[in-house]
């Protein structure tokens, strides 16, 4: 089995998310302690998304807690939609259009002024934001081999 894993910390988002699927998803893990849900995809299928608040793409080399196929449920990581052989993996186009309706309210939320909030929290924010973007275009130019273009 080859897959990717697509990562939703925030429950809400994920059960917007479910609910936009309905049958259309595949296999869902969840972690019963800390609310993450993970959504499995083909390898490389989300690579060209655009970016998502709160929302990453976890591939080969990343780490992501598979449980027994009979844990249903539980504190920690269990399959909150069970997982088939014939069919875990979700239609990437289809999760990536309810990942986009799901978290359209954050990116406002993310783009809206940060009111009552000390300059400096803001600019720590943005800054976060900057390296999240690079480091999501540094993933993509290492899956597809670009070469980089710093130094």
Do not use: K
Not at 38 to 60: F, G, I, K, N, T
Not at 69 to 80: E, K, N, S, Y
Not at 83 to 91: H, N, V
Not at 123 to 140: D, H, K, P
């Amino acid at each position: 089995m080859h897959w990717d894993a697509v990562r939703v910390p925030d429950p809400a988002v994920a059960d917007a998310v479910l609910d936009r699927l309905g049958r259309e998803t595949g296999s869902v893990i969840a972690d019963g302690r800390t609310g993450v849900a993970y959504w499995l995809v083909r390898p490389q299928a989300a690579d060209s998304w655009p970016a998502m608040p709160r929302v990453s793409v976890l591939a080969r080399d990343d780490f992501v807690a598979v449980p027994p196929i009979w844990m249903l449920q539980g504190t920690g990581p269990h399959w909150r939609v069970p997982f088939l052989a014939d069919s875990y993996l979700t239609p990437p186009d289809h999760l990536c259009a309810a990942l986009l309706a799901a978290t359209a309210h954050l990116q406002e939320e993310d783009d809206a002024p940060l009111v009552g909030l000390a300059a400096e929290r803001q600019a720590w924010r943005e800054q976060g934001q900057r390296i999240r973007s690079r480091l999501r275009e540094v993933n993509r130019r290492s899956i597809t081999r670009e070469s980089r273009p710093w130094g």
